[in-house]
């Protein structure tokens, strides 16, 4: 059994910080779980340009307000919590943050830690581990 503390995360390599966003990697691929598990903060404000050309994302919001746009047929989203959107065909979106959002995430193929964006808004697949329990 795999038993971690966000607090106690928060603390470690598994919190990775970036513009317009952090994000505190609960489960990754060295767990060898098929997927990762993030808890992921969108800053007020954020404007980001995503599109997971590696994997495919779930995000269920916990708390804040914003909004995500498929960028294909321009359609948004509202998000609050309560809401998920399931990134199931690789889509390019953007995500903005009204207020200060908190994101559970998942992703498949899981993520090794390390991972921040590309300049095509993507992780890579072979990215740095996180090496703390």
């Keep these: 059994?795999?038993?971690?503390?966000?607090?106690?995360?928060?603390?470690?390599?598994?919190?990775?910080v970036s513009e317009g966003w952090e994000s505190t990697r609960l489960l990754l691929k060295n767990d060898n779980m098929g997927f990762s598990f993030h808890i992921t903060t969108i800053y007020e404000g954020a404007n980001l340009n995503l599109h997971y050309q590696n994997h495919l994302e779930s995000v269920y919001c916990i708390s804040g307000e914003g909004e995500v746009e498929t960028v294909e047929d321009g359609k948004v989203y509202p998000i609050s919590p309560g809401t998920i959107y399931i990134l199931d065909k690789h889509d390019k979106h953007v995500l903005r943050a009204k207020k200060e959002m908190k994101m559970a995430c998942v992703f498949n193929p899981p993520l090794h830690g390390k991972e921040v964006h590309n300049a095509e808004g993507a992780y890579e697949l072979d990215a740095e581990e996180v090496t703390g329990k």
Excluded: C, F, G, T
């Design 1 to 16: 059994m795999i038993v971690r503390q966000l607090q106690e995360a928060e603390k470690s390599d598994r919190r990775i």
